[in-house]
């Protein structure tokens, strides 16, 4: 039941990479079988994302997926902040600057990472956020500028881009 809907599925998107992406979500259902229903959801939102927003959501996850509470299934928001500011979910900050004593960057240090604006970034995690993949935290003002809008992973985050990546 579940290639069928996957045949399906890819026959109505024309991304080679978003079929990829079913195609492995399907593969890993084989192996690791999860509910179906899990997989199912998976692969409709493979069809909404672009490489671009799987870059990000990946990035996240990999950032954050070792501080993502099993009781909650998400990021706390302090561990989010953390991680918006310095990629390191610790919060060192490795210039030892307060962030009162240093100018306003442009862009956090996700965005500069991604090699994105901080506009794009925060659009993509939108969309990452209406797929239920992550969510918006409220933004520390000793750890970020305004503007930088920190984000937190959540579970099936993690389980969309474990289901992606699982067979390479």
């Known amino acids: 039941m579940l290639v069928l809907d996957a045949i399906e599925k890819a026959e109505q998107t024309r991304s080679k990479e978003r079929i990829e992406r079913i195609a492995r979500i399907v593969a ?4 690791e079988p999860p509910a179906p229903d899990l997989t199912e959801e ?3 939102i493979a069809m909404g994302l672009d490489d671009a927003d799987v870059l990000v959501l990946a990035e996240l996850v990999q950032g954050q997926r070792a501080v993502v509470a099993l009781s909650t299934g998400q990021v706390g928001p302090d561990a989010a902040n953390s991680y918006w500011r310095t990629r390191d979910v610790s919060g060192a900050v490795p210039s030892g600057v307060a ?3 240093s100018p306003a960057p442009a862009q956090s240090a996700v965005a500069s990472y991604l090699k994105m ?3 794009e970034l925060q659009s993509r995690c939108a969309k990452l956020q209406s797929y239920g993949l992550i969510v918006q935290v409220e933004r520390n003002q000793f750890k970020n500028w305004p503007g930088h809008v920190p984000h937190a992973v959540l579970a099936r985050g993690v389980d969309f881009i474990d289901s ?3 067979l390479r």
């Open 28 to 31: 890993h259902a084989a192996v």
């Open 42 to 44: 998976l692969g409709r």
């Open 99 to 101: 962030l009162s004593e």
């Open 117 to 119: 604006t901080e506009g």
């Open 164 to 166: 992606i990546k699982s």
